[in-house]
């Protein structure tokens, strides 16, 4: 049996106010470095000819129509701040192209805000016909999504909670100030840490650079690419500052595997 290729693509990679800032004329958002411009911070994970899209980031139509992407298949939420969930709408044209609902799982506590902050999708009353249609399924544990094993890693995200994803040898986790020792044994044996890393200076609900190398160290994935990255980090000049096998991530970056 030939392995199935399983292949992440960094949509997004920027804070929560994207890079450029609007209204900004530092260094990094004047750059001519394109990998000094991100999109708000959203994965998307292809396998065996399935597209999981993980959080629906506000700037998920720009990052849809940059990687031509023609069908979505599942959503994945990490947690419900506005620059993980507020293009949830530019789901649509998908509907459209699939015909069905699209299947999306979130924890409990981002399940209940979803239905509070979107019942004009997930309530039960009169459904206008101009949202996406979804169907939500909370998750507490491992799940299977298309044959790929899909585990959630539960996060601490300031005063708040996310959820982490791992994919096979890739693990996911955006928007974290703390792993938990009870998430750590989740992590083993990664070849690839897509890890939160906001900016050089501390930070109450993100990791900051040296404590996201910190963590990679800990985590020891072959490979660690920081993300969510604000406006402090620029791509090549603070690139060559990292360690060995940890890496900026940039917009449209693709790494594959053979499972
Ligand atoms: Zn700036
Ligand atoms: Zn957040
Ligand atoms: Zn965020």
Not at 32 to 58: F, H, P, W
Not at 75 to 81: D, G, I, P, S, Y
Not at 222 to 239: N, P, R, Y
Request: with cysteine; hydrophobic share 40%; proline share 5%.
């Amino acid at each position: 049996m030939t392995p199935e290729k399983l292949e992440v693509t960094l949509l997004g990679t920027g804070t929560s106010t994207g890079v450029p800032v609007p209204g900004c004329s530092c260094r990094v958002c004047t750059s001519a470095d394109s990998r000094d411009n991100r999109t708000r911070c959203s994965l998307l994970v292809s396998y065996a000819g399935k597209n999981i899209l993980v959080d629906t980031a506000t700037d998920l139509r720009q990052q849809m129509l940059r990687e031509k992407v023609t069908h979505i298949d599942a959503v994945l939420f990490t947690h419900t701040h506005a620059d993980h969930i507020h293009g949830i709408d530019d789901l649509r044209p998908f509907n459209i192209a699939g015909r069905e609902a699209i299947p999306v799982f979130a924890g409990a506590a981002a399940a209940k805000s979803m239905k509070r902050n979107f019942s004009y999708i997930f309530g039960n009353g009169e459904r206008s016909g101009y949202c996406p249609r979804l169907t939500l399924t909370e998750v507490d544990g491992p799940f299977e999504l298309f044959g790929l094993s899909v585990t959630p890693v539960p996060l601490i995200h300031g005063n708040g909670a996310s959820l982490g994803f791992r994919f096979g040898p890739v693990a996911y986790l955006t928007d974290c100030s703390a792993i938990p020792e009870a998430s750590m044994p989740l992590l083993k044996d990664l070849k690839l840490l897509i890890l939160d890393a906001l900016r050089f200076r501390p930070h109450v609900s993100h990791f900051n650079i040296a404590q996201a190398i910190e963590q990679a160290e800990k985590v020891g994935a072959e490979q660690t690419l920081l993300t969510h990255l604000s406006h402090d980090v620029e791509h090549e000049k603070h690139g060559k500052g990292l360690p060995g096998g940890v890496e900026f991530a940039f917009d449209s970056q693709k790494i594959c595997f053979a499972l």
